[in-house]
């Protein structure tokens, strides 16, 4: 099985008396950008929770290059993911919170400022992420995902806060890694943000229920 493959299986959550996952299955194939499209409240980000190993599933399995995230080693190096682009420390640079997340996973200075320069920070890296605006915190947000030069990415409603110019270059750059060959999952509750970037569409409807693929 290719390192760069998520395979979605049955997955089935819940939150109390609310079914938030119900047998949620699909696959993301290296080389490919699927959208992961469903309205606010369909599963989307519990979904990538649980691939991640945030959440536990209460049946099904979620598995990256055929293992369960909880096994893999120097995770970043296999998955790099946003999820929240506002988990900051607002006091600390963006280069700081950058290099702390390189150090936990043994990558270097030198790498840190290769993402930055990928995701156009460069002549922001030394400012305070609290005076970021959104859509800047998504670009060190991707910044970070990209550390570990992982085959496999996975993207919670990236374009978020972007301006037109921002959507114009994030969508450039996610051809340009699945053109690398990585998988991507990118989610998005409104159609349009994907229908001219993604290969793969995975819809959703509420509680976390897949309605149906496309290519």
């Known amino acids: 099985m290719s390192e760069a493959t998520i395979e979605v299986s049955g997955l089935r959550k819940r ?20 959208g992961f499209v469903g309205p606010n409240g369909a599963g989307k980000s519990t979904t990538m929770r649980v691939i991640l190993g945030l959440d536990a599933a209460d049946a099904g399995a979620a598995l990256i290059g055929g293992q369960p995230y909880r096994s893999l080693r ?3 190096s296999h998955v790099g993911a946003l999820l929240d682009a506002a988990a900051l420390q607002p006091s600390g640079t963006a280069r700081n ?95 349009s943000e994907l229908q001219d970037t993604a290969d793969h569409l995975v819809v959703v409807a509420g509680q976390g229920h897949r309605r149906h693929q496309r290519r």
């Not at 609310?18 to 699927?34: C, H, K, N, Y």
């Not at 005076?131 to 998504?138: E, H, I, K």
């Open 74 to 76: 120097h995770p970043l």
């Open 97 to 191: 919170h950058l290099l702390w997340l390189a150090h936990s996973q043994g990558l270097t200075a030198r790498r840190v400022d290769e993402v930055i320069g990928q995701v156009g920070l460069e002549s922001a890296a030394r400012r305070k992420a609290g005076g970021y605006s959104l859509g800047m915190r998504q670009r060190l947000g991707i910044a970070a995902a990209m550390l570990g030069d992982p085959p496999v990415l996975m993207l919670d409603e990236p374009v978020n806060g972007m301006d037109p110019e921002g959507i114009v270059w994030m969508r450039g750059f996610l051809r340009s890694l699945a053109a690398q060959g990585r998988a991507l999952l990118v989610s998005s509750h409104l159609m």
């Open 15 to 34: 939150f109390g008396a609310t079914l938030a996952l119900d047998e949620m299955s699909f696959t993301v194939r290296p080389g490919q950008i699927t």
